[in-house]
């Protein structure tokens, strides 16, 4: 089956340091990933659209020079939260689309600004 | 390894019931999501069950066994606006979502 990895599953960092976090199809190529972001017990918030070889399109009140993201390849997309503050803390998944109906989670990862 | 099974396609018809059910076997458990996720859109959140039990919420209704690893999404009084996909996901020991593969579900009229 498909299966989509993100690295780190956890992180902690100091408010004003930032952070990068990996989002892999690890067997299929993906030309579309999103980024999402979790409030406890509430739906998952889209951020982003990430295409390959192009930008990012980024959801209404997202910022983008804050949140940045880079689709690098078929099978990789990374988001890089910058100057992180506390009110980043959060659990950030992404998805891979496969084809139109097809559309996989990563397991999460967990960021802790202090 | 951890997994999660859930059906991969569903059918019912308008006005009926419909039982989606989810199986899971992961390290650790802290908690069951299910979300509702229309084509080309965002997964809805619908429930979180950490306790084993019914908890109702309108025409959705979401079940735990946290003995048996086992977990049911029940929709009553079925419309045409509930096809589409829903998927269940457990968070783990390590506060890691593992995603089942989501079961399409097909309301006829």
């Known amino acids: 089956g498909a299966v989509v990895s993100q690295h780190p599953s956890r992180v902690i960092c100091k408010s004003g340091t930032s952070v990068k976090i990996e989002c892999r199809s690890l067997?299929?190529?993906?030309?579309?990933m999103f980024w999402y972001r979790q409030f406890p017990k509430k739906s998952l918030m889209l951020m982003a659209t990430s295409n390959e070889g192009s930008k990012a399109t980024y959801e209404q009140g997202v910022e983008k020079d804050k949140f940045l993201i880079n689709h690098a390849s078929l099978t990789l997309s990374t988001l890089t939260v910058t100057s992180a503050h506390p009110e980043d803390s959060s659990f950030y998944i992404c998805?891979?689309?496969?084809?139109?109906?097809?559309?996989?989670f990563g397991p999460g990862t967990r960021l802790t600004v202090t | 390894g951890q997994n999660i099974d859930q059906p991969t396609e569903m059918t019912a018809t308008e006005g009926a019931i419909v039982q989606i059910n989810c199986t899971y076997q992961t390290s650790g458990f802290n908690g069951l999501f299910w979300y509702q996720q229309h084509a080309g859109e965002a997964p809805t959140f619908l429930s979180y069950?950490?306790l084993d039990g019914l908890e109702e919420k309108g025409r959705f209704s979401s079940f735990l066994s946290r003995s048996k690893g086992y977990s049911y999404l029940l929709l009553k009084e079925l419309q045409m606006k509930d096809s589409a996909s829903y998927l269940c996901a457990v968070m783990d020991s390590n506060y890691q979502l593992i995603w089942g593969a989501g079961t399409k579900l097909i309301i006829k009229p």
């Open positions: 998805s891979a689309r496969r084809v139109e109906s097809e559309q996989y």
């Open positions: 069950n950490v």
């Open positions: 067997d299929f190529q993906a030309t579309t």
